[in-house]
């Protein structure tokens, strides 16, 4: 992986909860929040810059931390056994990586950023640590994770998505 990792945060998580908020994408993020519990959320989460065609998830390997979409366009792609790639686009207000972070298996398919994009990383561990400490908001990014998981699968084109 080849990403900048680390980034200063002077927007704070609001901007990726507006772009949660205002994601009309088939697969946005239902995920509703309070600014104090996005706030605590933040604490959990490593925002993180890339560039145009950094690769943030590779195909085949064993990672599980899911990533959410506050800015940019990223792409996906899926190299199958006849060596046919196929491709979907996931965009601000959505997220990456609930197929691993849930079924903990690798990587399904490459995702890279097709422009310069800003994400939120969560790893399993602070997952767990949010999960401890505040289950509530736990509970509401689990049921949101599982509604754009489930809507993946139910349109087979945003079928690839799910990384």
């Known amino acids: 992986m080849n990403a900048s990792r680390n980034v200063a945060d002077p927007q704070g998580i609001q901007a990726l909860a507006m772009a949660i908020k205002g994601c009309q994408a088939l697969d946005a993020l239902p995920l509703n929040l309070s600014e104090a519990q996005w706030a605590l959320l933040a604490d959990y989460l490593q925002p993180m810059a890339v560039r145009t065609g950094d690769v943030v998830i590779e195909q085949g390997v064993k990672d599980r931390a ?5 800015s940019g366009s990223l792409t996906v792609h899926y190299e ?6 196929r491709i979907a686009l996931v965009g601000a207000g959505s997220i990456l990586g609930e197929g691993a972070f849930f079924s903990q298996l690798p990587r399904s398919a490459t995702v890279q950023a097709g ?24 509970l509401e990014l689990t049921v949101a ?6 809507r993946r699968f139910y349109n087979r084109p945003k079928r690839i998505a799910v990384t």
Do not use: K
Request: charged residues 25%; proline residues 5%.
């Open 145 to 150: 994770m599982a509604a754009v998981l489930a």
């Open 115 to 138: 422009c310069d994009s800003r994400l939120w990383c969560l790893t399993p561990l602070r997952f767990r640590e949010l999960s401890l400490r505040a289950p509530e908001i736990a």
């Open 80 to 85: 199958d056994a006849n060596d046919r790639i």
């Open 66 to 70: 899911l990533y959410l979409v506050e």
